[in-house]
């Protein structure tokens, strides 16, 4: 199984300021066919299904505001929020869909400072 | 746009059985492969399982922990997603999801159902 790492557990950041959360796969989910990493980014406010934000590690989904974004490949992966916003607070979370056992990190609390 | 609407979730008694319906629109369910994930009280997200499409063979595959005891199926005429849960352990309550992944691995959820294991 694909074990998906999230660093931090919590994170607390100033409003207006970057926030930057990281997710670690334990093998590579980079699909050499298409070059794509099938890797996702949910925000989960309580009381409410994961939306999604990002797919394929950087694309984001449509109306999904600029100030999110995602970089990097194979296995190591960064979700970064440019310029925290009073409504970003919410848990993130990783996931794969390269294999299954599909797997989801553990999630990182995002609160406001 | 795709709309995913669980129902079924209930209060069950450990070793009961229970069934959760998802009934899907707004995109080709027919060809779509489709998941339930669930979501344990103030935990985080859990996979446990998939079914493919006809045309992919219609296989299924399941989390370690549901593996013979949950068993999911799909109506295509209906457009509806099935989970079967059988030999209820307190350990399952949780909220439960149906999601369709793209072909790109976004993922569309529904609102969720509640199952409670109880005595």
């Known amino acids: 199984d694909i074990v998906m790492t999230q660093s931090p557990d919590s994170l607390a950041v100033s409003l207006g300021e970057r926030a930057t959360i990281n997710c670690k796969s334990s093998?590579?989910?980079?699909?050499?066919?298409?070059?794509?990493?099938?890797l996702a980014w949910y925000q989960q406010k309580p009381g409410q299904p994961p939306k999604l934000l990002i797919y394929?590690?950087?694309t984001r989904e449509s109306g999904v505001p600029d100030r999110f974004s995602g970089s990097g490949s194979a296995t190591d992966f960064t979700l970064t929020i440019s310029s925290l916003q009073a409504e970003d607070v919410a848990v993130y979370y990783c996931?794969?869909?390269?294999?299954?056992?599909?797997?989801f990190g553990q999630g990182t609390k995002l609160e406001i400072k | 746009e795709v709309q995913l609407v669980e129902s079924g979730g209930d209060l069950v008694k450990p070793g009961g059985s229970l069934r959760l319906s998802c009934a899907a629109s707004?995109?080709?369910?027919?060809?779509?492969?489709l998941s339930w994930v669930r979501q344990a009280p103030g935990k985080g997200l859990e996979w446990i399982g998939l079914?493919?499409?006809?045309?992919?063979?219609?296989?299924?595959?399941?989390a370690a922990p549901v593996a013979g005891r949950f068993a999911i199926s799909r109506d295509d005429s209906t457009h509806t997603l099935y989970l079967q849960m059988n030999s209820l352990k307190t350990e399952d309550a949780a909220v439960y999801y149906c999601?369709?992944?793209?072909?790109f691995g976004e993922g569309y959820w529904g609102q969720g159902t509640l199952v409670t294991v109880s005595s």
């Open positions: 996931h794969q869909s390269y294999s299954t056992p599909y797997t």
């Open positions: 093998q590579s989910i980079l699909y050499s066919s298409n070059n794509k990493n099938y």
């Open positions: 394929w590690a950087s």
């Open positions: 707004g995109f080709g369910f027919s060809y779509a492969w």
């Open positions: 079914i493919k499409s006809k045309t992919d063979g219609g296989t299924t595959d399941y």
């Open positions: 999601v369709f992944f793209g072909s």
